[in-house]
């Protein structure tokens, strides 16, 4: 089974915005709490998300509290990857495909909050630091690979 899941780069004046991610809300029964990691922000499609846009306005309003958000373009590349066997099993799919998209932030910074525990930081990097930002090497990858399409005068 495959986890389906959108995300976003979010650009803002020559940065983007990372989540630090502190727990794992995708297994219903518990949360599992996790050494913190920097990512972008995504999340799982849900049975009432009409559309993949419309899912990725609620993940962006859940993990960063704001609904300020343009989405630009749907991004050539997904980032894909497999759970570790003993999380596999407690959530029943083998791995997850995000579909990622390129957002712009058009607030000015006082309504970006997590809603939810999952996330307990959010932070602005310049371009030149994400990949060294980034925790996971599939999602390091990512960035190689879609950085240079992404506009550097936002």
């Known amino acids: 089974m495959i986890r389906q899941a ?10 983007i915005l990372l989540v630090h991610k502190v727990k ?3 297994v219903k029964t518990e949360d599992i709490t996790i050494p913190g ?3 972008f922000p995504k999340g799982g ?3 009432d998300d009409v559309d ?3 899912a990725l306005l609620r993940e962006l309003q859940e993990e960063t509290g704001s609904t300020n958000y343009e989405i630009l373009s749907q991004l050539p590349e997904k980032i894909c990857f497999s759970f570790p066997p003993a999380l596999a099993a407690k959530l029943g799919l083998e791995r997850q495909e995000t579909t990622m998209f ?7 910074g006082t309504d970006l909050q997590p809603n939810d525990e999952e996330i307990d930081q959010l932070a602005f990097i310049p371009f030149a630091e994400i990949s060294e ?3 996971h090497q599939d999602t390091k990858d990512f960035w190689a ?8 005068d936002q």
């Open 6 to 15: 959108v995300g976003a780069v979010i650009v803002s004046k020559n940065t």
């Open 24 to 26: 794992i809300g995708a």
């Open 37 to 39: 990691e920097w990512d």
């Open 45 to 47: 499609l849900e049975a």
């Open 52 to 54: 993949l846009e419309s």
């Open 102 to 108: 390129l957002v712009r932030y058009c607030g000015d």
């Open 133 to 135: 930002k980034l925790t």
């Open 145 to 152: 690979k879609i950085h240079t399409l992404l506009p550097t």
